[in-house]
C-alpha cells in the first residue's frame, strides 16, 4: 500500500500569489533592512504588479512612466519581445553550458559584434556585472603595464566592489573600507594635474566617465583626446568606465565617440548589453594588453569568472545588440534626447529654482540652484540647512506620487535629478515627462504641497544626524 506523496513541486506563480504581498516585510527582516526605510519615507513602497517598455502598472492598473530604466539597465525597457524569445530559445536548447573546458559558440559571436562598434578594440572579457569589468581593466591594466597605481576622477562612480571601489570618487562609499588600492584622484578636466601625476612613472592607467554619472558632468571638450597623448607619453593606458553611457545612451553606441580620434585601451560596458535580464559585463581591449595577461598555457585561467560568458547572458547580448541595429536605437536616444534637453532647457528662464540641464543624449542632468526672490531663497536656505540635496527629493516625490513618473537624484547631497530612461521611449514620453516636471516646478515656485513634504525631509534629516 503506498501513501500519497507530502511533496510539492515547486510553482513560482503559486509562491508570489501566495506570499508576494510580504515582500517589505521580507526585505526589512532578512535582507538590507534600511531600504524599505527609505522608500516608507519617501513614499517610493509601490507595489508595481507588471512592466513592458518603459512603463509600470500598479494593481489597479495604473500606468507610470519610468524615467530611470534600472539605473540604465533596462536600456531595451523592460521585457523586450527578441529579448525574451533568445532566452526562451537558449534555455530550449539544451546547450551544455559553462563546461569550462570547451568553446562555446555563444561568446565568440557575442565577441564578434560588440568589437564591430568598438573600432581601435581586439579582444573581450566577460564577466557578470559593471564593477566585474571595471575589476577586470584594472588588473589588466597594472599587469600589462607593471606599474601598481591607478589615475581616477573626483566625483567618479566605478562600482563598489574592492578594487573599483579603489577607484570611487566619493568618501561616504570609500569610507570604513581602507585600505584600498594605491590609486589617485585628479579633478576631471585638470590636465596639469594628470601630468604631475604621470611624471612619478608609476601609473598604469587613467580611468574615466566620458560622462560622469553622479552629477552628470562630461568630459570638457577636448580633455579626453589630451588626455590620451599624456597617457601614451607615460607609457600609461585609458580606461573607458562606459557602463552607463555605453550601448547608445548618450548618442553614440560609446560616449567616447563623441570625440573624434579617441582611442582608450580598455573600454567597460555592461547594464544595458544584459536586455535588462541577465547580469553580464564585458572588458574591451587592445590585442596586446590580451595577450600579455594571458601570456602561456600556463596563465590561461589567470584572470576568469565562474559563471561568465554563460549561455543566458551571451544570447541577451546578441539580441540586445541585434535590436539596437534594427531598430535604430542609437538614433532614437540622440533624436528623442535632443528634443528632450531642448524642452527642459527652455525652462530654465522661467524658473529661478531651475540652474542648469546638461547632457548627451538620453543621459541628463537637471540641477536645481538657489533662488533670487526673497520668499523661496529662505525656504531654500532651510532645506539647505537641514542637508543638501532635499530640494531635488521634494521634485522626485511629486513625479511618482501625483504624476506617476519614476525619476531620482544623482547621488547622495546633489540637488541634481538624473534622467537616464530606456533608449525607446518617444515623443509622448517626452510630453508627458515635460508637462508633469511643469507642473511640480509651478507648485514649487507657488509655495504649494511639496513645501509641506520639504518639513518631513528636514525631521528625517536631522533625525539621521
Sequence with gaps: MTTPSTKREFDLGALLAERGGERYELHTKYLNHQLPRMLRTIGFDKVYERAEGAHFWDADGNDYLD?????????????????????????????????RFDCQPLPGLLAEKLLTHSPHLDRVFFGNSGTEAVETALKFARFATGRPRILYCTHAFHGLTTGSLSVNGESGFRDGFAPLLPDTAVPLGDLDALARELRKGDVAALIVEPIQGKGVHAAPPGYLTAAQELLRRHKALLIADEVQTGLGRTGEFYAYQHESGLEPDLVCVAKALSGGYVPVGATLGKEWIFKKVYSSMDRVLVHSASFGSNAQAMAAGLAVLSVMENEQIVANARAVGDQLMSRLSALIDKYELLSDVRGRGLMIGIEFGRPSSLKLRSRWTMLQAARKGLFAQMVVVPLLQRHRILTQVSGDHLEVIKLIPPLTIDEQDVDRFVEAFTAVMDDAHGGGLMWDFGKTLIKQAVANR
Design 67 to 99: 524615467m530611470l530604466a534600472g539605473f540604465g539597465v533596462m536600456g531595451l525597457g523592460r521585457h523586450h519581445p527578441v529579448v525574451r524569445k533568445a532566452l526562451h530559445d537558449v534555455l530550449d536548447a539544451h546547450l551544455a553550458d559553462l563546461t
